[in-house]
């Protein structure tokens, strides 16, 4: 059975720095696209940012680009997200998605076939 389990959400204030991490469990992912997307309260689930397999070539939202960072160990199973200079927009649950295999860091949320349940982000002015 694949899950991913997402952790490290929490309450932070502006211009703080969170790390978020994603272990997946059932099989390996090294050669799936992975992902980070978020979702607000009354809003749609947005896309964050995404890596390849092999952690070679990353995508990211223009909002969170230049503060946020994506990376993947797949000894581990994992992929990280670090957020830093963190805004009161970026408050979210944040969900860990992965890809079929050799899907090329797709930003439509369709395009994943399995999600983490998620973790609160929650960022205070």
């Known amino acids: 059975q694949v899950q991913l389990v997402e952790s490290g959400g929490g309450l932070v204030q502006a211009g703080d720095s969170l790390g978020l991490s994603c272990v997946a469990s059932g099989r390996t992912f090294s050669r799936n696209a992975m992902a980070w997307f978020r979702q607000a309260p009354g809003k749609e689930r947005e896309f964050v940012a995404a890596?390849?397999?092999?952690?070679?070539?990353?995508d990211y939202v223009d909002s969170v680009r230049g503060r946020f960072t994506i990376s993947r160990d797949n000894a581990k199973n994992t992929v990280s997200l670090q957020m830093n200079s963190l805004k009161p927009e970026d408050t979210a649950v944040y969900y860990c998605?992965?890809?079929?295999?050799?899907?090329?860091?797709?930003?439509?949320?369709?395009?994943?076939?399995?999600w983490g349940q998620g973790t609160q982000v929650t960022v205070s002015s």
């Open positions: 890596v390849t397999g092999s952690g070679g070539d990353t």
């Open positions: 998605a992965a890809a079929p295999p050799f899907y090329t860091l797709p930003r439509l949320d369709r395009s994943y076939q399995y």
